[in-house]
């Protein structure tokens, strides 16, 4: 629930609000829809996603997924990216993208930071999105 008690839905580390209940299908729209003037927007069924539109004009604070070109899945956190390294005795540790930066994240399969060190020495890697898959920009 939100503060203004209302449903919120959290797909890949974004929340939505439930704009619209209708009788079929619900709407959802993104919580900074209005601050941020952000698009994205899910339809659900009984609970059941049936349609999404997750490009969002932001960044998110909390961890998502992201798929590369290659078929790769990072994770995403304040547009720094991590891959996957080993499990752990609490969740499963990611190493910062970039070689040689000593950063990581140890996250729970619902994707909550359980402990991290980011002191990146590097600015964000670049992205540009198109049709949900991302395309990293070489410098």
Same mark, same amino acid.
């Given at each position: 629930?939100? =503060?203004?008690?209302?449903?919120? *839905?959290? @797909?890949?580390?974004?929340? #939505? #609000?439930?704009?619209?209940?209708g009788v079929m299908r619900d709407h959802w729209e993104c919580s900074t829809h209005h601050s941020k003037g952000c698009r994205a927007y899910v339809c659900t069924v009984?609970? +059941?996603? /049936? ?13 998502? +997924? /992201?798929? *590369?070109?290659?078929? =790769?899945? %990072? %994770? !995403?956190?304040? &547009? ?10 609490? $969740?499963?540790? &990611? *190493?910062?993208? !970039?070689? $040689?930066?000593?950063?990581? %994240? @140890? !996250?729970? +399969?619902? %994707?909550? @930071? @359980?402990?991290?060190? +980011? ?8 992205? &540009?999105? &198109?049709?949900? /898959?991302? #395309?990293?920009?070489?410098?």
């Open positions: 629930m939100t =503060k203004r008690n209302r449903p919120r *839905l959290v @797909v890949s580390g974004f929340s #939505f #609000f439930k704009k619209r209940a009984n609970d +059941e996603i /049936i349609k999404m539109h997750n490009q969002h004009t932001h960044g998110c604070g909390s961890v998502r +997924e /992201i798929r *590369l070109k290659s078929g =790769k899945t %990072l %994770l !995403m956190k304040s &547009y720094y990216t991590y891959h996957r390294n080993r499990k752990t005795p609490d $969740g499963t540790r &990611y *190493l910062c993208s !970039m070689r $040689g930066c000593a950063c990581w %994240l @140890v !996250m729970t +399969e619902d %994707l909550q @930071v @359980v402990r991290s060190s +980011e002191q990146h020495a590097h600015d964000p890697p670049k992205f &540009y999105v &198109y049709n949900g /898959i991302y #395309f990293r920009i070489k410098k």
